[in-house]
């Protein structure tokens, strides 16, 4: 009862009226009645994934995966759509920020006879992150449509197998005693700009195979980090042993599909942008198609959100904030301090420590605060030999 009031609470407000003729729209000048309009949209796993999804695979046969009904605590999400919760009211409840995607639509909508008028803040982005994640939205709808999920599960058949992306840390990190090093495939960012003006991919991968490197991050969004799935595959056909990350900014279980036949081991699961029913969900869906999944938190509350997710196997504490672009790397030592460190600890979990690390002691910093693990992109990335840049990153070689 106390979520339908507050959906009602969040509305947006709109004023209606009876609309002129076509040829006469306009904007009403005088202030109208209003009223609050209550349009139940279904969270984004149901509404474009988990229910579809879960349909088409047991028409196919080709899976029994039935992540939705698996629990109480789903039901009771199902139930909360089901009585007209958002999926960002769900999303707020776990103290996510990020909404999915615009509010509202145009100011204006007509609707047979009558004209609405929305008064609300609008459609502006509050951050970055959510400005990214709304292009995201309309970006893989457009994809979708080329390629529904049938089609690419065709494509699953012919894809290069996926390779252990967790073993391969563990045992970086037992060989050298530091901390296994994901290495970034990263051309540009929105806080840093072009990073590498001549970008060759495949060049970037393999010095970062010859310099040690235990897996490879391969950014693929266009827009904001000049990256592609091109890059992503290339590095994986030119024979790049070191198991592959897609960097990605994933918000539909279709992008998980075309991850794989691209090539990817693993993929990147970001806490602030995603309810734990799509996590749990997506999750599955890694596990099915033999991918390991990188689930990034930023706070303490996204810490436990995902330390409550049963068999997360790898969780990436980014140092930075990805709404205000603030780097901290005590950030990985604040999340690993006291109980949730233990509970990390017993539950065998591989902690990576993300962004900001440049130096030999900000590698020990991390690794002392419980990382067996690193994603280094600009720090590698910028130097002229990248292999050289992890030997001066970690202070030794750690190739041999
Ligand atoms: O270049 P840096 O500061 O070493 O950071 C690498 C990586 O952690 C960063 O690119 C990153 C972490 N999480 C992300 C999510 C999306 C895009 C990028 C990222």
Redo the contacts with the bound molecule.
């Keep these: 009862m106390e979520s339908v009031m507050s959906v009602r609470a969040a509305a947006p407000r709109v004023s209606f009226r009876a609309a002129p003729s076509q040829a006469h729209r306009h904007v009403p000048k005088f202030p109208t009645s209003r009223c609050s309009i209550f349009i139940p949209r279904a969270p984004m796993a149901y509404r474009r994934g988990s229910i579809r999804a879960q349909q088409s695979e047991s028409k196919d046969g080709s899976a029994t995966l039935s992540p939705v009904n698996e629990s109480e605590g789903n039901a009771l999400k199902i139930k909360e759509w089901e009585v007209g919760n958002f999926q960002d009211e769900v999303a707020a409840s776990q103290g996510i920020r990020i909404r999915r995607r615009p509010p509202t639509g145009p100011p204006l909508h007509y609707v047979g006879p009558f004209e609405f008028r929305i008064e609300n803040e609008g459609n502006t982005p509050r951050n970055i992150l959510e400005e990214i994640i709304w292009n995201k939205d309309k970006e893989v709808a457009r994809m979708k449509e080329r390629r529904p999920v049938y089609m690419l599960k065709k494509g699953l058949e012919s894809a290069p197998p996926a390779r252990d992306f967790v073993g391969a840390l563990k045992a970086s990190n037992l060989r050298t005693g530091l901390p296994g090093l994901i290495a ?1 495939v ?1 051309k540009a ?1 929105p806080s ?1 700009g072009v ?1 590498r003006e001549t970008f060759d991919p495949v060049e970037i991968a393999q010095a970062y195979e010859k310099g040690g490197a235990a897996c490879l ?1 391969v ?1 693929t ?1 266009e827009k904001y ?1 000049q990256g592609s799935f091109e890059n992503l595959e290339a590095i994986r056909n030119a024979g790049v042993k070191c198991p592959l990350l897609c ?3 994933i918000v539909d279980a279709w992008q998980i599909y075309y991850a794989r036949i691209k090539g990817a081991d693993a993929v ?1 699961l ?1 806490a602030a942008v995603l309810p734990d029913l799509d996590i749990r969900y997506m999750t599955k869906i890694c596990k099915m198609l033999g991918l390991a999944t990188l689930i ?1 938190v930023h706070n303490e509350r996204e810490m436990d959100r995902v330390l409550g997710i049963e068999g997360v196997e790898l969780i ?1 504490i ?3 904030d ?1 709404e205000t672009f603030e ?1 901290d790397i005590s950030n990985t030592k604040k999340l690993l301090e006291g109980k949730r460190g233990q509970m990390i600890r017993e539950k065998d979990i591989i902690v990576v420590g ?5 130096t030999p002691d900000d590698i020990a910093y991390v690794q002392e605060s419980g990382v067996r693990a690193v ?7 910028k130097k002229s030999d990248p292999a050289k840049g992890i030997t001066e990153l970690f202070g030794k070689d750690i190739s041999l």
């Design positions: 970034e990263k960012s840093r990073l991050s950014l969004d980090f960097k990605e900014f990147l970001i990034e990436g980014n140092n930075r990805l780097v993300e962004s900001g690390l440049f994603l280094v992109g600009e720090s590698i990335v």
